[in-house]
């Protein structure tokens, strides 16, 4: 059965850090490309980066630039979200899903799987 289980989100304060993990399973991890999204209450999903299936290439959002680092371990199927320097304004449910082809992308629709994801809440 294929899946993608976050983990790793939780309360923290404004300039703080967390890693979130996304564990894989029932496919093979480094045939895709993964993402990560969010959702806000109140906004609409947003695409916030994408890894490629080698780890080779990223891209993100412009709001998490330098903030946020994304990375992957094909070996341990899991692909990982090190979020840095964190506002309130990162708030949200955090998801990783899978891409169906290769390439970098941010645009929902060219994901087909998605974990149940993790919230994050950065206040103080």
């Known amino acids: 059965q294929l899946q993608l289980v976050e983990s790793g989100g939780g309360l923290v304060q404004p300039g703080g850090s967390l890693r979130l993990s996304c564990a894989a399973s029932?496919?093979?991890?480094?045939?895709?490309?993964i993402g990560w999204f969010r959702h806000a209450p109140g906004k609409e999903r947003e695409g916030v980066s994408c890894?490629?299936?080698?780890?080779?290439?990223?891209n993100y959002a412009d709001s998490v630039k330098g903030r946020f680092t994304s990375s992957r371990d094909n070996a341990r199927n899991t692909v990982y979200l090190q979020m840095n320097s964190l506002k309130p304004e990162d708030t949200a449910i955090y998801y990783c899903?899978?891409?169906?082809?290769?390439?970098?992308?941010?645009?929902?629709?060219?994901?087909?799987?998605w974990g149940q994801g993790t919230q994050v809440t950065v206040s103080s």
């Open positions: 899903a899978r891409r169906r082809e290769a390439g970098l992308s941010l645009e929902e629709y060219k994901y087909d799987y």
């Open positions: 029932g496919f093979t991890l480094d045939y895709h490309a």
């Open positions: 890894i490629s299936r080698s780890g080779g290439a990223t």
